[in-house]
C-alpha cells in the first residue's frame, strides 16, 4: 500500500535545476511530506519536510501544491554529489516517527 | 543536523558466528531507534523499533531470535545478528529520532554485512 509515487529515475544537467516529482493522493490533514536522500553505500540524509506551505533550507525547496497531492523537490542547481536515490515519504503526525519508504526516484546528475 | 554514527561500518563474518551493530545519536537522546535492511538496488525495510528500556517492536516476518535489539540508553542501541548466515548478508542501517512528534529523523551510516 504505497503512499507515495515517484518516477524511479531521472536525468539533470549539473548546474541546472533538478525537478523531482511525488504524487501523494491519498494525503490525510496532519501528514507531512518528508524528502530524504540516500547517496550509494550510505545511510539516507534528511533533506527537507513540509505540511502544506512552501519551504526552503540551505538544500533544497519544496513545493506542495494547494490540494497537498503532489510536491516537488527542487535542488536549484545540481551538482554531481547531488547523484542519489531520492524518497518522498507521507508520514502521519504521531506515527512514532517510522519512515515507510518506497522506491524513490534515482537522479542522475551528469556533467 | 544531528549524527548518528554507527558501527561497523563493514564486516565480514564466518557462517554461525554473531555480529554486533551499534548505533549512537551524538548530539541527542533518541527516544526511539529504527533499524532496516536493504538489499542491492532495493529500498530499505523497516526492520523492528526500539524504544529506550523497553523491548523492541519488530516487523512482521523479522525473527526477534535472530536479529536482538537493545535500546538500553538514550543513546545507543545495538543490532546483533545471531547465528549468521549468506542470505543475512545485507546493509544495515539505523536511524535514530529525539523528543517531540515532529523530529525529523537521522540515520547512521550503515553496515555492510558479509557472511561467508
Known sequence: DAKTTQPPSMDCAEGRAANLPCNHSTISGNEYVYWYRQIHSQGPQYIIHGLKNNETNEMASLIITEDRKSSTLILPHATLRDTAVYYCIVRPANAGNMLTFGGGTRLMVKP | ?116
Open chain 2, 1 to 116: 543536523g544531528a549524527v548518528v554514527s554507527q558501527h561497523p561500518s563493514r564486516v565480514i563474518c564466518k557462517s554461525g558466528t554473531s555480529v554486533k551493530i551499534e548505533c549512537r545519536s551524538l548530539d541527542f537522546q533518541a527516544t526511539t531507534m529504527f533499524w532496516y535492511r536493504q538489499f542491492p538496488k532495493k529500498s530499505l525495510m523497516l526492520m523492528a523499533t526500539s524504544n529506550e528500556g523497553s523491548k523492541a517492536t519488530y516487523e512482521q516476518g523479522v525473527e526477534k531470535d535472530k536479529f536482538l535489539i537493545n535500546h538500553a540508553s538514550l543513546t545507543l542501541s545495538t543490532l546483533t545478528v545471531t547465528s549468521a548466515h549468506p542470505e543475512d548478508s545485507s546493509f544495515y542501517i539505523c536511524s535514530a529520532r529525539g523528543f517531540g512528534d515532529h523530529t525529523e529523523a537521522f540515520f547512521g551510516q550503515g553496515t555492510r554485512l558479509t557472511v561467508v
